[in-house]
Nanobody, 115 residues
Framework: QVQLVESGGSLVQPGGSLRLSCAAS????????MGWYRQAPGKQRELVAT??????NYEDSVKGRFTLSRDDAKNTVYLQMNSLKPEDTAVYYC??????????WGQGTQVTVSS
């Protein structure tokens, strides 16, 4: 069982930056993948970024603006979001897939990009 605790969501102006954090209750050697989904009002949840031992992948609309990284010592992943746009407004959900292919979700954190 992996528990995920998110933090970092906030209100930010267009062009601004935020960093989301997601701390896992298990070490990364028990996790195959971690990352973030987001869900905007009236839209389906979409994958934003994923990190595995093989590397990192991003949804096209965030490439060059968002960076996903991890700190193995803290069992934590970080999503650095720069040049934020109003269309990035959504609830961001951290997720993890363990070595038995079970998926876990965080509680969600609100990111609002507005002037």
């Amino acid at each position: 069982q992996v528990q995920l605790v998110e933090s970092g969501g906030s209100l930010v102006q267009p062009g601004g930056s935020l960093r989301l954090s997601c701390a896992a209750s298990e070490p990364f050697f028990r996790i195959n993948a971690m990352g973030w989904y987001r869900q905007a009002p009236g839209k389906q949840r979409e994958l934003v970024a994923t990190i595995t031992n093989s590397g990192t992948n991003y949804e096209d609309s965030v490439k060059g603006r968002f960076t996903l990284s991890r700190d193995d010592a803290k069992n934590t992943v970080y999503l650095q979001m720069n040049s934020l746009k109003p269309e990035d407004t959504a609830v961001y959900y951290c997720y993890a897939v363990d070595t038995k292919a079970r998926i876990y979700w965080g509680q969600g954190t609100q990111v609002t990009v507005s002037s």
